[in-house]
Structures are given as structure tokens and as C-alpha cells.
């Protein structure tokens, strides 16, 4: 009986490691999209408008709204100066809107990189970061527009 609660008891710990393991993001986290790298990934949807050409590999309009490589949708903060080159989402707000990185990325045209309190570079549109919605589970859930009024899907 003993070899089978050990038995029992490892197998659950091993059950547990993976399924934690599974569900974490680039950076650790648990679920919702990636936050570092996004910019290397491939994701769906149509290309950009050419007058505001995204990086590639980067942003894409879908269904009239700025996703991310992934497809995941895209927000703007009211909070965030246009053009003030950097974010005010940092934090517990990072933590529920996750940035979208810009990696390696030589942005143009209405794209551009704005650097992160913690020296991160965070991808812009207009000149206002863009984020993610750790709430929006798959590609077009639009469930952090409007939040609080001050959170808004991109319409490029």
C-alpha cells in the first residue's frame, strides 16, 4: 500500500508540473497571449491597410480591428499620451494588460516603439501603445472594449 500512495503521489505531482507548465506564457505567466516576442510569431487575419504599414510578423487588421500576431485583439489605453514614447500601464495593469512587444522590430509608416518603464519596447500605433486583454481568450473576443472607459479596440 505504501508503494502505491507514493506511486499515486508522484504521478499527481508530475500531473501538475505539466499542466502548470503547459498553460505558462513566454515570460512564465499563466495563459492569454505571449508577451515577449510577439513580433517573431506568425498570426492570421488581413494584412494591414497600406497606409499604415505594420512591421512584419506584426500586427494585421481583422474584422475592421488591430490584432496581434496571433490574431488576439488589440487595445489602446486613454491614459497613454500619443506620442509621448512610453507606456503608463506598468505593473498589476501590465499584469491584466499584457504589452505587445516589439522585439527586433523596425516599425514605419503609423507603427512605432515606445520604451517600457522597465526598459522593455512596447509597439504603438499612432503613437499610443498597444495591449492585450489577459480576459480575451481567443482570436476576435473583443471583452476588454470599453472597460472602465478608458480601454478601446484599435480601429485602424
Partial sequence: MNRRSTLLSTSIVLLGSALILGCAGPRGGMGGP???GMMGRHG???AAP???PAPAGGPMVSNGMLTGPTGMTLYTFDRDAASSGKSVCNGPCATNWPPLMAG???PGGDYSVVT???GGKQLAYKGKPLYYWVK????GDTTGDGFNGVWHIVKP
Fill in 44 to 46: 492570421y487575419g488581413a
Fill in 104 to 106: 527586433n522590430a523596425a
Fill in 136 to 139: 480575451d481568450t481567443k482570436p
Fill in 34 to 36: 505571449g508577451h515577449q
Fill in 116 to 118: 517600457r518603464d522597465d
Fill in 50 to 52: 497600406a497606409s499604415a
